[in-house]
């Protein structure tokens, strides 16, 4: 099957530090990749760099087969939210509107944008919030929820444009760690409906439960990749045996 | 301080009133989206239109009301040439000053209040579609203002009290009334009278400013 993510020798510097350094690698619809990698290793500049967050200074990104950048120059505006339109991302920190109910974060994008019905928009708010445990609380401002509910917000909300393909920057990391249960069963419930996934993630249990391919990033690049498996069991680099063992 | 006499100055008091209120009617309704519209342009990629606004909050937050008052009342006219078609209205050029001034004060409340949001607002409305219209719209201006709020709050109560500046370009308002009966009749009554009437307007507007807090806490 041909891949939804291809990416092509990706490079990224902010000024005269270059963070992302020839990275090349392809997802194939329905598969679930985790990134790990210690702190500064370029993992969430390479899951921005995917919607456009940040601006690749060289290399090429396709979704879809659909060029979102060439050899370092991006495709026009609107071909770029065209294509962003079928990825979600889900933020550590949330980021949820605190001026809206959760419903009206769920409904905030799809009212405005204007392509479905709002019959049609309320009733998947409904079926998503039911989805991530939290029904009853659809009227209820963010600042009444604890992290792990937020989360959960957070990913319905990325779930109500129907993407393709979700993102995760350290989805759990932000969390008390009895919190981060109900977030990570939301996600492999997602990976269990085969939702393209890419995951960076502090939780080695996690991703080697869920991943069916990790990244091991290590300064801009992807050091080492392959199965849960040989990551994990395996590991053929030093510098990845030295990060896993201090996790 | 007999009833009858504060009944007898409560009327002529109370008509001078109406000039307060109406000027801090029409300086709020038009201050506030100039305030908002001068925040944009200063924050705005045009570098000469930016620096405009920078130089005009500068220059309306560095000099005394009173003085543009003067400025716009009396200093108009006398410019050689054009000076003769600036003639107004005392009240609408007071208007005038007004709305600037505090054009440029509400302006720089809202930078302060754009200042406040977190980056990651914008992102999590860029990756869900919004233009970035759309997300100052939508995202950005409604977070500003409920941040804003206290300290609008505070400059429309600063503002009530402004108003009696009025007196100083004689344009008959409350504080004229009371100073004229003062002078009148031998009695101190007429100030107490007039402070009543001010510190029931800063009243209403606080109870206001109260309720709209309530009603935006996101809670
Ligand atoms: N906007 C920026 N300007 C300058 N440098 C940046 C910027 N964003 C990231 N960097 C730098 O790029 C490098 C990679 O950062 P990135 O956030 O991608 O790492 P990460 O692997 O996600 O780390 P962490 O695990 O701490 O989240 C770091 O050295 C960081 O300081
Ligand atoms: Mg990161």
């Known amino acids: 099957m041909s891949s939804i993510i291809e990416v092509k020798q990706l490079q990224k510097s902010f000024g005269s530090l270059d963070v992302l350094k020839q990275i090349t690698f392809e997802v194939k619809p329905g598969e679930v990749v985790a990134v790990i990698g210690p702190s500064g290793s370029g993992k969430s500049t390479m899951l921005r760099s995917l919607v456009h967050l940040e601006e690749i200074t060289g290399g090429s990104i396709f979704i879809h087969g659909k060029t979102l950048a060439e050899n370092g120059k991006y495709a026009g505006s609107a071909a770029i939210r065209d294509i962003t339109a079928t990825m979600g991302m889900v933020f550590q920190h949330f980021n949820l509107f605190p001026h809206l109910t959760v419903r009206g974060n769920l409904e905030l994008a799809p009212r405005t944008l204007k392509r479905e019905s709002s019959q049609v928009i309320a009733a998947r708010s409904t079926e998503l919030l039911t989805k991530v445990g939290l029904a009853d609380k659809a009227d209820v401002y963010p600042s009444m929820l604890s992290g792990g509910q937020k989360q959960r917000v957070a990913i319905a909300r990325a779930l109500m444009l129907n993407p393709d393909i979700l993102l995760f920057d350290e989805p759990t990391s932000a969390l008390d760690p009895e919190l981060t249960g109900e977030v990570l069963r939301v996600i492999r419930q997602l990976a269990e409906e085969n939702m393209t996934m890419i995951i960076v993630t502090h939780e080695m249990n996690f991703a080697r439960d869920v991943a069916d391919r990790v990244f091991f990033m290590d300064n801009g690049e992807i050091a080492e990749s392959g199965t849960p498996e040989q990551i994990f069991g395996n590991p053929q680099l030093e510098r990845t045996r030295t990060f896993l063992n201090q996790e | ?219």
Not at chain 2, 22 to 32: C, G, K, Q, R, T
Not at chain 2, 80 to 86: A, D, K, M, Q, S
Request: hydrophobic share 55%; proline share 4%.
């Open chain 2, 1 to 219: 301080m007999s009833i009858d006499y504060i009944i007898q100055i409560a009327g002529p008091m109370l008509e001078g009133a109406r000039t307060t209120v109406l000027l801090f009617l029409i300086v709020i309704v038009l201050s506030i989206p100039l305030g908002m519209l001068v925040t944009l342009v200063a924050k705005s990629r045009i570098k000469p239109l930016a620096w405009l606004a920078h130089t005009y909050i500068y220059v309306m937050r560095g000099t005394p009301l009173l003085l543009q008052l003067l400025f716009f009342c009396f200093g108009l006219p006398q410019i050689p040439v054009i000076g003769e078609y600036l003639v107004m209205d005392r009240f609408a050029a007071a208007a005038l000053g007004f709305i600037l001034n505090y054009g440029a004060y509400f302006a720089e409340i809202f930078r302060g209040g754009l200042l406040s949001i977190d980056k990651g607002q914008h992102e999590a409305a860029k990756v869900l579609g919004l233009s970035k219209w759309q997300t100052l719209r939508k995202v950005i201006l409604a977070q500003m203002f409920r941040v804003a709020l206290p300290a609008v709050a505070n400059e429309s109560i600063t503002l009530v009290k402004d108003t009696a500046l009025l007196y100083a370009v004689a344009v008959p308002e409350l504080l004229n009334y009371a100073k004229t009966a003062v002078n009148r009749d031998f009695t101190v009554t007429p100030f107490v009278v007039a402070g009543i009437i001010y510190l029931l307007m800063t009243l209403v507007l606080t109870l206001f400013f109260k309720l709209l807090e309530k009603r935006f806490k996101f809670e």
